[in-house]
């Protein structure tokens, strides 16, 4: 081999040795003394940040975090549940209406009970003032707590059924002032009803929003 071949040879060697060291992956302490193992070098040559651990582990902790908070408000929305029925508010009136509840009608309970509040406030409004006239209208009166019963009982508002089924029992008997002296227990059990049922739903909501199902009531 004379020294033309020689060199060339020696220049083959280093063309494969540059080719090689092209192809061959950088490490990353090849590049960079600062750049933690959370850091790769993709192969188009960028560079690109994988997640951490600590960050993997934040949302693990975020997601049970979430589950926790889900797993409250059910378990306060079974125990409010719970104690109105256990208080006689409600009855299995109630529970029946939440089962027509679906995916398909996800609002069916508080859009009934939001027109039982409208009717039931109009209704109990209408009672005071005729009771406040000179000449008090007892037939309409009559009419008016009739009214108010049907739809209590139809959504299992049981104390507000129970002081109209009083109401109409005095009126029978024609006990004018037994008929007077429901009307201020039947708007206190109303204000009662409304109150504890908007904090129902609020609850409602919230668990919805969480991504959670409603707890039913177990008879």
Do not use: W
Request: a negative charge; aromatic letters at 8%; hydrophobic letters at 35%.
């Amino acid at each position: 081999m004379n020294s033309q071949d020689l060199q060339n040879l020696q220049l083959i060697q280093i063309a494969s040795e540059r080719i090689r060291n092209v192809e061959r992956p950088l490490s990353v302490s090849s590049v960079s003394p600062f750049i933690n193992n959370s850091t790769i070098l993709s192969s188009c040559g960028v560079l690109c940040l994988n997640p951490t651990q600590e960050s993997i582990n934040q949302e693990g902790n975020t997601q049970r975090e979430k589950a926790m908070d889900v797993n409250m408000l059910q378990r306060t929305y079974s125990d409010l549940l719970t104690s109105l029925f256990r208080e006689g508010i409600l009855n299995q009136q109630f529970t029946e209406l939440q089962q027509l509840q679906d995916e398909n009608n996800p609002g069916f309970v508080y859009e009934v009970v939001s027109l039982f509040f409208e009717d039931a406030g109009r209704l109990i409004n209408e009672l005071i003032s005729n009771f406040n006239q000179q000449a008090v209208d007892y037939k309409k009166i009559d009419a008016y707590v009739h009214q108010l019963k049907g739809s209590s009982a139809s959504i299992g508002a049981e104390k507000i059924r129970s002081v109209c089924q009083t109401f109409r029992e005095y009126y029978d008997k024609n006990d004018i002032q037994g008929c007077y002296n429901c009307i201020q227990p039947l708007n206190q059990e109303f204000v009662t009803f409304k109150s504890k049922l908007e904090a129902l739903f609020t609850l409602e909501q919230q668990i919805v929003a969480a991504g959670g199902s409603i707890p039913m009531m177990r008879h």
